[in-house]
């Protein structure tokens, strides 16, 4: 999928309002800073998320759909089109992550 390098300087949120915490196993490659990668799982914090009576957080994002063509580590770079679903502790799926912010230095396809 083509799109701007999601880095650890980009800004996502669960589509609750919960802040995504980036972070990365990646130590080589970034475009201004690290690129996050298909096999990263990210924390979130605050979500506001309620079913009912019943407190459910957003408490995780895991990743699909990174570049097809741009790799590190063997893991595909997250770009602005890969879906983020976030996931609540019980492991149930609560929506996909919105990404509202990206560097603009570099792209991948």
Known sequence: MPGQILTIASTIQCMHG???ILATSNSKFGAGAFALLE???HVVAGCP???????SPCVQVE???GAAKVKVQGA?????SSVGK???AE???QGVAIIANTQT????Q
């Not at 998320?49 to 407190?55: N, R």
């Not at 595909?76 to 602005?80: D, E, F, G, P």
């Open 86 to 88: 976030c996931i609540s």
């Open 105 to 108: 230095k570099g792209s991948a």
């Open 39 to 41: 096999s990263d799982v």
């Open 63 to 65: 990743w699909t759909a």
């Open 91 to 93: 492991g149930a799926p």
């Open 49 to 55: 998320f309620t079913v009912g009576p019943k407190y």
């Open 76 to 80: 595909a770079v997250l770009v602005q």
């Open 18 to 20: 919960g802040t995504v």
